[in-house]
């Protein structure tokens, strides 16, 4: 009977799961796919877990699994000690293959049995089938139908920014689901916009910085240059801890639960990957593609502040450093570029937009009294601090 199991498969995918739950979003396995009923339970404790945004680990798969008295400790051991692997997906495809073999072997034995009238072997045949044959949990949908559901579909909601050049060119505001690269080279004025970018939509909506590059302190000496409300302060929360991008996710995930949609990451190359064993440029991509998916998953915007290298710089080519084919990821990508001759003047560039298509670039400064962006020159008696960046009645925009 074993060839038609394998218990170290069963194993590696539920200790693979436990080391790192996030693996649990995407795995194609349902319950009876497990040949133990051991690893049955567990692997629904799991789901009942995730499904309830609860942590995936011994303590409280025990804990559901005792309330109903299936929890086995030896199982439970024999799981921990296993090795985790990285990419469970082979792994899965073999215990797929195997539960559908043993649904065939089911079928042959059901069939034998003599005491079973011939309607109801065939009835059990056509139900047979049509489990083995169908190919997904996933059924596709007719274009007619998308084309229906699409004009019934109410307008999908922009959300300003108070920023003036990002509101216009994004016809009154930014969509939600997007994941926005934000580059340029060190002290270009990153930070200074994603924190502008937050001060603006904290007056109305609650919002998450990820500060990797810098204590809380220092974000809270640049906040009070923003001269914030109490309800600005109290809608903007700040992490520094759980950079590794399994913790990212969780934290991302329980925040948007509380209603936080906007998110700014400071930065990309400051994020870690322990559960991925490949290159740099393989864990960052993997890194930007989760992010994308929270993204489309929550329907929040992220900001994701991102490196470019000194030859990219040099050849003013925007791309960020060490992504390998993370770019593909963003759906807005921002660059400010520093001007040679200026060292105020900022050049600020969208040059890539799947949102409405529109790239452009414009003429800012950055303020260094007050670390904002804006589209005059500083003075040098300026010292306050507004919270749109359409500071100037006329503006020269130039379209790419």
Same mark, same amino acid.
């Given at each position: 009977?074993?060839?038609?199991?394998?218990?170290?498969?069963?194993?590696?995918?539920?200790?693979?799961?436990?080391?790192?739950?996030?693996?649990?979003?995407?795995?194609?396995?349902?319950?009876?796919?497990?040949?133990?009923?051991?690893?049955?339970?567990?692997?629904?404790?799991?789901?009942?877990?995730?499904?309830?945004?609860?942590?995936?680990?011994?303590?409280?798969?025990?804990?559901?699994?005792?309330?109903?008295?299936?929890?086995?400790?030896?199982?439970?051991?024999?799981?921990?000690?296993?090795?985790?692997?990285?990419?469970?997906?082979?792994?899965?495809?073999?215990?797929?293959?195997?539960?559908?073999?043993?649904?065939?072997?089911?079928?042959?034995?059901?069939?034998?049995?003599?005491?079973?009238?011939?309607?109801?072997?065939?009835?059990?045949?056509?139900?047979?089938?049509?489990?083995?044959?169908?190919?997904?949990?996933?059924?596709?949908?007719?274009?007619?139908?998308?084309?229906?559901?699409?004009?019934?579909?109410?307008?999908?909601?922009?959300?300003?920014?108070?920023?003036?050049?990002?509101?216009?060119?994004?016809?009154?505001?930014?969509?939600?689901?997007?994941?926005?690269?934000?580059?340029?080279?060190?002290?270009?004025?990153?930070?200074?916009?994603?924190?502008?970018?937050?001060?603006?939509?904290?007056?109305?909506?609650?919002?998450?910085?990820?500060?990797?590059?810098?204590?809380?302190?220092?974000?809270?000496?640049?906040?009070?240059?923003?001269?914030?409300?109490?309800?600005?302060?109290?809608?903007?929360?700040?992490?520094?801890?759980?950079?590794?991008?399994?913790?990212?996710?969780?934290?991302?995930?329980?925040?948007?639960?509380?209603?936080?949609?906007?998110?700014?990451?400071?930065?990309?190359?400051?994020?870690?990957?322990?559960? +991925?064993?490949?290159?740099? +440029?393989?864990?960052?991509?993997?890194?930007?593609?989760?992010?994308?998916?929270?993204?489309?998953?929550?329907?929040?915007?992220?900001?994701?502040?991102?490196?470019?290298?000194?030859?990219?710089?040099?050849?003013?080519?925007?791309?960020?450093?060490?992504?390998?084919?993370?770019?593909?990821?963003?759906?807005?990508?921002?660059?400010?570029?520093?001007?040679?001759?200026?060292?105020?003047?900022?050049?600020?560039?969208?040059?890539?937009?799947?949102?409405?298509?529109?790239?452009?670039?414009?003429?800012?400064?950055?303020?260094?009294?007050?670390?904002?962006?804006?589209?005059?020159?500083?003075?040098?008696?300026?010292?306050?601090?507004?919270?749109?960046?359409?500071?100037?009645?006329?503006?020269?925009?130039?379209?790419?």
């Amino acid at each position: 009977m074993n060839e038609y199991y394998n218990v170290s498969l069963e194993q590696s995918v539920l200790s693979s799961i436990l080391y790192d739950p996030i693996k649990i979003e995407d795995t194609q396995l349902n319950v009876e796919d497990f040949y133990l009923v051991t690893h049955q339970n567990i692997f629904r404790a799991m789901k009942v877990l995730y499904e309830n945004d609860k942590p995936i680990d011994e303590e409280f798969i025990k804990a559901v699994l005792v309330k109903d008295k299936s929890f086995d400790e030896q199982v439970m051991c024999e799981i921990m000690i296993k090795s985790p692997i990285f990419n469970i997906t082979e792994y899965e495809k073999q215990i797929l293959e195997l539960s559908r073999q043993r649904k065939l072997l089911k079928l042959s034995l059901d069939l034998k049995n003599n005491e079973l009238s011939l309607s109801q072997k065939l009835e059990i045949i056509n139900k047979s089938q049509e489990e083995l044959e169908a190919p997904t949990n996933y059924e596709p949908q007719k274009l007619s139908q998308a084309i229906t559901d699409y004009d019934n579909m109410p307008n999908k909601p922009k959300y300003e920014t108070g920023i003036a050049l990002v509101d216009n060119y994004f016809n009154g505001g930014l969509e939600l689901s997007q994941l926005i690269m934000l580059g340029g080279a060190k002290g270009a004025g990153k930070t200074a916009f994603s924190l502008q970018f937050l001060f603006n939509v904290s007056q109305g909506f609650k919002s998450a910085f990820f500060s990797f590059e810098m204590p809380i302190w220092k974000i809270a000496q640049r906040s009070k240059k923003a001269n914030l409300t109490q309800l600005q302060q109290d809608n903007i929360l700040i992490l520094d801890k759980g950079r590794d991008i399994s913790d990212i996710q969780r934290n991302t995930k329980y925040l948007a639960k509380s209603g936080v949609k906007f998110f700014t990451i400071d930065s990309l190359m400051k994020l870690t990957n322990k559960h +991925h064993t490949g290159k740099r +440029h393989e864990q960052i991509a993997d890194i930007t593609s989760k992010l994308s998916k929270l993204c489309v998953e929550l329907d929040i915007i992220i900001i994701l502040i991102v490196q470019i290298s000194n030859e990219d710089l040099k050849s003013n080519r925007m791309a960020v450093k060490g992504s390998g084919d993370a770019d593909y990821d963003a759906d807005i990508m921002f660059f400010l570029q520093k001007d040679k001759d200026d060292e105020h003047k900022r050049y600020f560039i969208c040059e890539k937009n799947r949102q409405n298509g529109n790239e452009f670039k414009q003429e800012v400064y950055f303020n260094p009294k007050i670390l904002k962006l804006q589209q005059h020159k500083p003075a040098l008696y300026e010292t306050s601090y507004t919270s749109s960046l359409n500071d100037t009645p006329t503006v020269s925009m130039e379209v790419i």
